[in-house]
């Protein structure tokens, strides 16, 4: 915890208003807010409520750890035979090799079973995907 500031209000309607504001290391901020009809009731709740939080970021901070291969129990030549086998990269050609104009994609999606293609916007010059929509109609992203 860097800080830790608290504010207490009160207001007609609600009654008591008890605002912790904690900053904590790696710019994270727990905020908790409580009201209620008493201040002390207000604070014992919001400080009950602030503890939960703290053990959840405990926790949550001391729960996660890198893995090596030996806590997942690999033995070393298991890893370097599937490091020295030889992937296989297949390439795949690309059916469109330039963008299209939206009236080109409607048709070729009217058309074609594909459901989307990258069109160019002439107006602002950027790329958009234009697909058919389950219910037959065509978005664009």
Known sequence: ITT?????????????????IINLKDKNTIVITQNDKDVYAAIDLAIERVKKSLRRHSDKIKG???MS????????EAVTELD??????????LELHKPMDFDEAIE????ETKRQFIVFNDNDGLMR???KRADGKFGLY
């Open 4 to 20: 830790a500031n608290t504010v207490i209000s009160k207001s007609e309607k609600k009654g008591f208003t008890v605002e912790f």
């Open 64 to 66: 996660h750890k890198i």
């Open 69 to 76: 291969f030996k806590d997942m129990g690999v033995d070393a």
């Open 84 to 93: 020295s086998e030889d992937a296989e990269i297949v390439p795949m050609d």
């Open 108 to 111: 070729a999606l009217r058309a």
């Open 129 to 131: 995907v234009m697909y």
